[in-house]
């Protein structure tokens, strides 16, 4: 079966998540592209899916018959909507993060989910697909005994004038918020955040960097520094100590070179080289799942803890006192 599929959002990782599907996996066809801007729409047709139909209004590429499944790619803002609409569709929804923009967004999402009684949304949260995360993940079941300690980074070479305080938590900090839960197969109960010394590199209206502190139900502790303003390349780190021993994530693969008496290897300075190969997965995921109508990976649920937890790291930024995460009962479309 070929699962014909909607984009709406055709900026940059729409319009490449469109040449994915078209060139890379199988078992899919972009049937339909949307966009606030019509004519970004229309270049990514003519660019790669000449067969494909622009519709002026996301709701209306949702409710065409033609359409299997959707992909939200849009701006934030837009994403809340778009996925409840394509569960009263009945049709698969693939929402790049966040879920929502609130809290209360994505929990709105979550009920019509599981009202509906299926599951239909799967959340962006690509680190789950990454090969060295899931190597880690592994080992953490499997080899270092029970975890005790999470050391993680997320350092970015810079980031423009636009990037303030809050955004090192919704746009950075939140694929650790995920993609520590999935190690540990734990939950959040409290977030802190400190600001070490201010890198002089980092504009007035930013604080970088600083160091958000979790802890789970399980009693783990977790460090995360977020330096975007490293300067020397996109840097993910994560480190895992276990009661038998401890697990690094590891590098990404690259060619160790001897040369004018140095031993050196390349880092990265794009996220999106760093991940490209786990966008594959992911939406191979997804389209299996949807060809079936349902959905896989990352859920609803996912998204909102993601939020609930991102809203109790930004007051901790604001308040600098340790702030409480409470989460209500999960329902059973996600055990």
Known sequence: MTVRIGVIGTGMIGRDHTRRMQQVLAGTQVVALSDYNPDAARAVQKDLVPD??????????????????????STGSTHEPYVLAAI??????????????????????????????????????????????????????????????????????????????????????????????????????????????KSSHAHSGL????????????????????????????????????????????????????????LQNEILMDWKDRFIDSYDVELADFIKAAALGTAAGPTAWDGYVAAITSDACVQAQESGQIVPITLPARPALYD
């Not at 002026?56 to 033609?66: C, H, Q, S, V």
């Not at 350092?155 to 900090?173: E, F, Q």
């Not at 970088?208 to 975007?228: H, N, W, Y």
Request: hydrophobic share 40%.
């Open 52 to 73: 494909a139909k622009v519709y002026d209004r996301g709701e209306d590429l949702i409710a065409a018959p033609d359409v299997d499944a959707v992909l939200v790619c």
């Open 88 to 197: 009263a569709a009945g049709k698969p929804v693939f929402c790049e993060k966040p879920l929502a923009t609130t809290a209360e967004g994505a929990l709105r999402i979550v009920e019509a989910e599981a009202a509906k009684g299926s599951r239909l949304v799967q959340v962006g949260f690509m680190r789950r697909y990454d090969a060295g995360y899931r190597m880690l993940k592994q080992v953490v079941d499997n080899d270092i005994g029970t975890p005790l300690m999470v050391h993680a980074a997320h350092r970015n070479p810079t980031v423009p004038d636009t990037y303030g305080t809050p955004m090192a938590i919704h746009d950075t900090l939140i694929h650790e918020i995920d993609v520590l839960r999935w190690l540990l197969n734990d939950d959040y109960v409290s977030a802190q955040v400190v600001f070490p010394r």
């Open 207 to 262: 604080r970088d960097p600083q160091m958000v502190l979790l802890e789970t139900a399980k009693g783990i502790r977790i460090d995360v520094e977020i330096f975007v303003n490293c300067r020397y390349g996109y840097d993910i780190q994560c480190q895992i100590v276990g009661e038998e021993g401890l697990a690094n994530l590891p590098e990404p693969m690259s060619i160790t070179l001897r040369k004018q008496a140095h």
